[in-house]
């Protein structure tokens, strides 16, 4: 064994011939584990004041197990080795309990802020967040229950954006086209219209009624928002006076004025939105 009276053992050999180190220890050039370099750059991954690694590294440079640097809160790191017969490793950060924080962090040298970025579950939360404290706070989120992404600052995209689902802002749908618009001619005098137009997010079938002037516009999915959906409809030389709505129809009664006298009519030309 090696050591002073001051620290204590710094170097020891076994009987068996292996080599412990009992203090932090600095190489200047490589060291070699087997077949495997660590180089010494890995003495970034740990404080100065403590060892590069503790814990389950075999004689040929292998992490068995998981070993880090000893110590714990902010200044703490770990490495796990793969799962028998997996070919994976990890870096890992674990919390023992679940109100304290846990994640990564980055900095530079000179940085007025001591950690400019970090990903991290945040206290008694499994939400995996994006914080910088350069940017003033969160920047983006997702949900450890549902996996949902929360952005909390202006997204840039240099590319296309598709959308499967709904897209809403504040809350109300805003797609690029109304739900349903098209255009048809009233003067068929076949129950089922073939519409001249049909143009929005869903597919509109026109029903003539047997009352004259009066039609059913449907659709196969109900509206987001249910019958409070606005609609609005043109007719030259006419004028539909009124709507009825439910979720997946709604229904149109086009009418002439001729002074006093209120007349059903069945126009040449039907535009209509639902937006």
Same mark, same amino acid.
């Given at each position: ?10 170097? *020891?050999?076994? !009987? ?8 932090? &220890?600095?190489?200047?050039?490589? /060291? ?9 750059? /890995? *003495? ?5 004041? !403590? ?20 110590? =714990?809160?902010? $200044? ?11 070919? &994976? ?10 109100? %304290?924080?846990?994640?990564?962090? +980055? ?6 802020? @001591? ?11 499994? @939400? ?13 989120? /997702?949900? =450890?229950? $549902? =996996? $949902? ?8 995209? *240099? ?5 499967? =689902? ?9 797609? %690029? ?9 009233? #003067? %068929? ?7 001249? &137009? ?6 509109? #079938?026109?029903?003539?009624? *047997?009352?004259?002037?009066?039609? @059913? ?9 249910? #019958? ?13 006076? +009124?709507?009825?709505?439910?979720? #997946?129809?709604a229904t149109i009664s086009c009418y002439t004025f001729q002074g006093q006298q209120i007349d059903p009519v069945s126009p040449t030309d039907v535009n209509f939105v639902v937006y």
């Amino acid at each position: 064994a090696i050591g002073s009276s001051t620290i204590g053992r710094c170097l *020891s050999i076994s !009987s068996t011939g292996v080599l412990n180190v009992h203090q932090p &220890a600095i190489f200047n050039s490589s /060291l070699t584990l087997g077949n495997n370099n660590l180089q010494t750059q /890995l *003495s970034l991954l740990a404080s100065k004041d !403590s060892p590069i690694f503790t814990g389950n590294i075999t004689s040929g440079g292998i992490i068995t197990g998981r070993s880090s640097n000893g110590n =714990g809160g902010w $200044n703490s790191f770990q490495l796990q080795a793969a799962p028998a017969g997996n070919s &994976a490793a990890y870096v890992r950060s674990i919390r023992a309990v679940a109100d %304290t924080e846990v994640g990564y962090l +980055w900095g530079q040298a000179g940085d007025s802020f @001591d950690n400019r970025w970090a990903c991290l579950m945040q206290f008694g939360s499994t @939400d995996l967040r994006w914080y910088s404290a350069a940017e003033g706070g969160n920047v983006m989120q /997702l949900s =450890g229950v $549902n =996996g $949902n992404l929360s952005v909390f600052k202006p997204a840039s995209f *240099s590319s296309n954006v598709s959308v499967s =689902g709904t897209l809403s802002i504040g809350g109300q749908p805003a797609a %690029t086209k109304p739900w349903v618009a098209g255009r048809f001619s009233g #003067t %068929t005098v076949v129950s089922a219209v073939t519409p001249l &137009a049909n143009i929005g997010q869903q597919s509109v #079938t026109i029903t003539r009624t *047997s009352t004259v002037g009066q039609y @059913d516009l449907s659709w196969t999915t109900p509206h987001p928002l249910g #019958t409070n959906y606005v609609m609005t409809v043109a007719i030259p030389g006419a004028s539909p006076i +009124w709507f009825t709505f439910s979720t #997946t129809k709604a229904t149109i009664s086009c009418y002439t004025f001729q002074g006093q006298q209120i007349d059903p009519v069945s126009p040449t030309d039907v535009n209509f939105v639902v937006y």
